[in-house]
C-alpha cells in the first residue's frame, strides 16, 4: 500500500533526551552527530541525490531531529525572509528524494517556519527564545511556552454511486484536479468539517464520512486528512471563489489519470500530495 508523502522519516525523536542540556551537548559533539544543509528552507542534496548533511561546527540554534539508528541528527534554525513562500521548483526537488529524505526535510522545514512566525510572544510581546532542542520557544518576559504548531486540514472525496467529486483551483497547472480540502475550525470534529467544506464549495449534503489516510504537509505546517464521504445526490453547486470546475469522476478515469496515460481526462495530483494517496486507495476499493 502506497505511504502518503512526507512521512517514514523512520527517526527515534527521543523527546527525553529534548530538555537534557548535558546528554544533548555531548551528543552536539558526538563524532556521528549530522547536520543537515539547508538553502534557505530548501532541501540540498549530494551527487547521489540524497539530503546533503554535514558536521557540527558549535552551532547555537539547531533543532535536534531525532536519532537514526543511533547517530543524532540536527536542522539548523535559520532566520528567512522566505516564509509562507513555496517556490514551485522545490517540487522538482522533492520528486528526486526518497522518502525518507521527504520525510525529514518536511519536518526541519516546518519547525523552521513555526519559529521564524513565533519571535515574539503572543501574551506579552516579549522576545521568546528556543528551548526543548528546537521544539519550542519560551517567553522570558510572562514565562509561557510555546510549541510548534500544526494547522488540521481536511482533504476529502465525496462519492456517488461509484464516482468521486474532483475539483480545480485557477491556480494549478493546467488539467490538473484534485481532491477539495479545507482548515478545520475550532469548534469542529473532522467529521463535521468535512461535510461543511463539502457543502460550502459543492452545495453536497454527506453522511457516513470515513477517514483514509493523513500526512504532514510542510508549507507551512499542515497536517493533510484524507478522508471519503458519500454524497446524498452528484447536483453540484460549485462556489466560484473556490472552484473554477469540478466533475465526477468514474474508477477508469482516476486509473488512468494516476497511470499518466496521455488520453486520461485529468491530470493527477503529484505522488508526494495525499490527494494522489487518497484517489489510489479509493481506485483500489479502499
Ligand atoms: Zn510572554
Not at 8 to 27: I, K
Not at 30 to 39: H, P, S, V
Not at 153 to 182: D, K
Not at 253 to 277: K, M, Q
Request: aromatic share 8%.
Amino acid at each position: 500500500m502506497s505511504a502518503p508523502g512526507f512521512t517514514g522519516a523512520g527517526l527515534d525523536r527521543a523527546d527525553h533526551l529534548r530538555l537534557d542540556a548535558e546528554r544533548l551537548a555531548d551528543m552536539m559533539a558526538n563524532g556521528d552527530a549530522r547536520l543537515l544543509r539547508l538553502a534557505e528552507l530548501d532541501p540540498v542534496l549530494d551527487e547521489e541525490g540524497r539530503l546533503a548533511w554535514g558536521p557540527l561546527e558549535g552551532e547555537q540554534d539547531c533543532l535536534f531531529l531525532g536519532l537514526d539508528e543511533g547517530a543524532p541528527l540536527f536542522a539548523p534554525l535559520v532566520r528567512t525572509g522566505m516564509l509562507g513562500q513555496r517556490a514551485w521548483s522545490v517540487f522538482r526537488i522533492l520528486a528526486m528524494m526518497s522518502p525518507k529524505d521527504a520525510a525529514i526535510w518536511g519536518a526541519a522545514r516546518s519547525v523552521n517556519e513555526w519559529h521564524n512566525r513565533h519571535l515574539f510572544c503572543g501574551i506579552c510581546g516579549a522576545a521568546t527564545a528556543i528551548f526543548r532542542a528546537g521544539w519550542g520557544r519560551k517567553c522570558p518576559g510572562c514565562g509561557a511556552e510555546h510549541f510548534p504548531r500544526v494547522d488540521p486540514v481536511v482533504i476529502m472525496l465525496a462519492e456517488h454511486e461509484g464516482r468521486v467529486l474532483l475539483g480545480r483551483q485557477p491556480q494549478y497547472p493546467a488539467g490538473r484536479y484534485s481532491a477539495l480540502a479545507g482548515f478545520v475550525e475550532p469548534g469542529e470534529s473532522v467529521e463535521e468539517a468535512v461535510a461543511r467544506e463539502l457543502m460550502e464549495e459543492a452545495g453536497l449534503v454527506v453522511g457516513d464520512v470515513r477517514y483514509v489516510a493523513s500526512q504532514p504537509w510542510p508549507f507551512p505546517g499542515s497536517l493533510m486528512i484524507a478522508c471519503i464521504g458519500r454524497a446524498e445526490s452528484d447536483v453540484l453547486r460549485l462556489d466560484p471563489t473556490e472552484l473554477e470546475d469540478g466533475f465526477w469522476a468514474t474508477r477508469d478515469e482516476v486509473l488512468a489519470a494516476l497511470a499518466g496515460d496521455s488520453a486520461a481526462r485529468f491530470l493527477a495530483p503529484p505522488p508526494l500530495a495525499i490527494a494522489n494517496t487518497l484517489l489510489t486507495r479509493w481506485s483500489e476499493g479502499g
